[in-house]
C-alpha cells in the first residue's frame, strides 16, 4: 500500500526505495474495488518519471481496470498528454517486440485487440447462425457483427476508394451490404465482393446481387479466395472475427492486388473502445502498411456519442470513441 501511495503521488524516488524492500512489493498489484494498477496510479500523478520506473520493472503497458480502462486513458483523463504519447510509444515498441518475437516462434498472440467487435474466433463465427434484425447483423451470441450506425462510416469509405465511376473494386465481408450499395451508387466497372459466411451469402443471393451488372460475388473466406483475386483501383476490407494479425495478412497480399494509384480503407475498429489502445494500432497499421511501401493518411471524423440504446440486445459495444479516424491508404 505504501507504493501504491507512491504510485498516486508520483514520487518517483519514493517507487525506487519501495521496490527494494524485502519482501519484494508485489508489483502487479491491483486495487480490490476498482481495478485500478499501479500504472493507473502513476499515469493519474502526471509523473512521466513514475510511469517510466514501472514500465522498466515490468507492469504490462496495457494493464486495464475492471471497466476494461486502459492507464493510457486514465492519463488522458487527467490531462497529462506528456505522459499519454510515451506510453502510446512505449505501447507500439511492446507490440512490435512482441510482434517479431511470436513472429520467430510461430506463436499466436493472444493479448492483441480483435481488429473488430469481440473475441469470437473466425471459425465459430462461420459456423453460427445469424440474424438480420431491423438493421443490425447480429451472430448467435449476440455479438453485433454489423450495425446500421455504421452507415455514415460507410458511405465515407466507398467514396474513398472509388471516388469517380468507372473503376474496378473489391470489397471483402458484405455484412448488411451498407458499403456495397453506397458502392453502386458510385457506378463502379466491376464490383468484386467476398464473403465467408453462408447465412449473408444467401441474404446477398435473395437480394439479387449476383445479378447486378459488374458484380461478382466470391463465396469464401478471403484467406482462401486470394488466388482468384484480379487487380483493383480501390479495395475495401472489413470483416468480423479476425485479429489484427489477419488484417494484416490481407494488407501483405495488397501489392498484388490493388493498382499502383489504387486506393484502399478498412474499417478501422482496432480497439474502438479505449482511446489509447486506438491510438497504439492506428500506429502499428501505419507502420506494418510501410513495409508494403503504403502510405496511410487518418481522415477524422467525429461522431455523436453513441447512446445505450443503440446496444440494446447486443452483447457488449465494440465502439464507444467520439473520433472515427478513417484510413486512406496508397502507394
Ligand atoms: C462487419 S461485416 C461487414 C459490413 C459491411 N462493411 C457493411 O457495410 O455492411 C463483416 C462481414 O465479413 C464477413 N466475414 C467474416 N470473416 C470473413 C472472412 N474471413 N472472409 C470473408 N468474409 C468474412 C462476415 O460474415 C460479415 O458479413
Known amino acids: 500500500l505504501l507504493l501504491v501511495q507512491a504510485c498516486r503521488d508520483g514520487n518517483v524516488e519514493q517507487i525506487a526505495v ?14 480490490p474495488e476498482t481495478g485500478a494498477t499501479l500504472l493507473h496510479d502513476a499515469c493519474g500523478s502526471g509523473s512521466l518519471d513514475a510511469v517510466q520506473a514501472l514500465i522498466r520493472i515490468g507492469v504490462p503497458w496495457n494493464s486495464v481496470d475492471f471497466a476494461h480502462k486502459s492507464a493510457g486513458e486514465a492519463a488522458l483523463e487527467a490531462g497529462h498528454m506528456d505522459v499519454y504519447d510515451a506510453l502510446v510509444q512505449e505501447g507500439i515498441r511492446s507490440e512490435l517486440l512482441l510482434e517479431a518475437v511470436s513472429r520467430h516462434h510461430d506463436d499466436e498472440d493472444d493479448d492483441e485487440p480483435p481488429k473488430k467487435k ?9 459456423a453460427s447462425p445469424l440474424v438480420f434484425s431491423e438493421g443490425r447483423l447480429l451472430d448467435s451470441e449476440r455479438n453485433a457483427v454489423m450495425m446500421g450506425w455504421e452507415h455514415p462510416l460507410m458511405i465515407h469509405h466507398a467514396k474513398v476508394i472509388a471516388p469517380k465511376p468507372g473503376l ?6 458484405f455484412g448488411l451490404g451498407l458499403v456495397d450499395k453506397e458502392l453502386q451508387k458510385l457506378k463502379p466497372r466491376t464490383h468484386t465482393i467476398i464473403e465467408a459466411h453462408p447465412d449473408v451469402y444467401k441474404h446477398m443471393l435473395e437480394e439479387g446481387w449476383d445479378k447486378i451488372p459488374g458484380v461478382k460475388i466470391l463465396f469464401g473466406r478471403w484467406q482462401d479466395v486470394v488466388p482468384q483475386l484480379e487487380t483493383y483501383d480501390g479495395i475495401f476490407f472489413d470483416t468480423f472475427g479476425e485479429y489484427y ?8 497480399v495488397l501489392p498484388n492486388i490493388l493498382r499502383q494509384d489504387g486506393i484502399y480503407s478498412y474499417f478501422n475498429g482496432l480497439g474502438g473502445t479505449d482511446r489509447f489502445f486506438h491510438d497504439v494500432y492506428c500506429q502499428i497499421a501505419d507502420l506494418d502498411l510501410q513495409d508494403m511501401c503504403i502510405q496511410t493518411e487518418y481522415v477524422q471524423l467525429d461522431l455523436e456519442a453513441l447512446g445505450d440504446e443503440v446496444w440494446q440486445g447486443t452483447k457488449r459495444p465494440y465502439w464507444s470513441l467520439n473520433t472515427y479516424n478513417l484510413p486512406i491508404c496508397k502507394f
Request: aromatic content about 8%; cysteine-free; charged content about 25%.
Open 118 to 126: 469481440t473475441k469470437v474466433s473466425n471459425a465459430e463465427y462461420l
Open 18 to 31: 519501495l521496490l527494494q524492500a524485502t519482501p519484494k512489493p508485489d508489483i502487479h498489484y491491483v486495487d
Open 168 to 173: 474496378d473494386v473489391l470489397n471483402v465481408g
Open 245 to 252: 494479425a489477419d488484417l494484416k495478412e490481407f494488407h501483405e
